[in-house]
């Protein structure tokens, strides 16, 4: 899930840039300390933004810079549990299916991709259902739920299933629902 958090830190101005405009200066400083960093309560900091800068700062005894307080918006991704996620399938290996989430990957295990026996072509790249014949590839865009997610300062690990209904390649929802349709009428 995506959201805009409130931040409040202190950023240091060295001596070198007091020439330039206080507002520059610590939007540069804060976005080249914030942006890209998982942090275990926000999430990954995809980009931040409205830094407000206290014109006023502080001086360390020993320390030529000066110190001010800023406040600013984050946009953070946190992957949360049960959440349902769309995206592209960016890589297949044996071992199952790896889909794009934003500024992460997500694992889709080969027992979590569908109610089928599975065989990877690794010539092809493909995940193919033995009964179904349903294939997942490489840019087929699906839809999953979170089922894990391990969020540390060393990385995010995220687990998914789409062994669910309206869950998978969104070209199977679609003949799913087709289907549905033929029956109802």
């Given at each position: 899930m995506y959201y805009v958090a409130k931040v409040e830190d202190v950023v240091r101005i060295p001596p070198e840039r007091f020439g330039e405009p206080l507002e520059t200066v610590a939007s540069e400083l804060v976005r080249s300390k914030y942006e890209g960093l998982i942090f275990p309560e926000l999430g990954i900091i995809v980009a931040v933004s409205n830094v407000k800068v206290s014109e006023v700062g502080r001086i360390v005894p020993g320390d030529g810079a000066t110190y001010h307080d800023v406040v600013f918006d984050a946009l953070a991704f946190l992957p949360v549990i049960q959440e349902v996620v769309e995206g592209e399938i960016v890589e297949i290996t044996d071992f199952g299916a790896f889909m794009r989430l934003g500024p992460i990957d997500g694992l889709i295990h080969v027992s979590q991709v569908m109610d089928d026996y599975l065989v990877y072509d690794k010539r092809r790249g493909a995940l193919m259902g033995r009964e179904s014949?349903?294939?997942?590839?490489?840019?087929?865009?699906?839809?999953?739920?979170?089922?894990?997610?391990?969020?540390?300062?060393?990385?995010?690990?995220?687990?998914?299933?789409?062994?669910q209904p309206f869950?998978?390649?969104?070209?199977?929802?679609?003949?799913?629902?087709?289907?549905?349709?033929?029956?109802?009428?």
């Open positions: 014949n349903r294939i997942l590839q490489e840019g087929d865009l699906v839809r999953a739920r979170i089922v894990t997610v391990s969020l540390s300062s060393r990385g995010v690990k995220v687990g998914l299933t789409m062994r869950l998978g390649a969104l070209s199977w929802i679609e003949e799913d629902l087709k289907k549905m349709e033929e029956k109802v009428k």
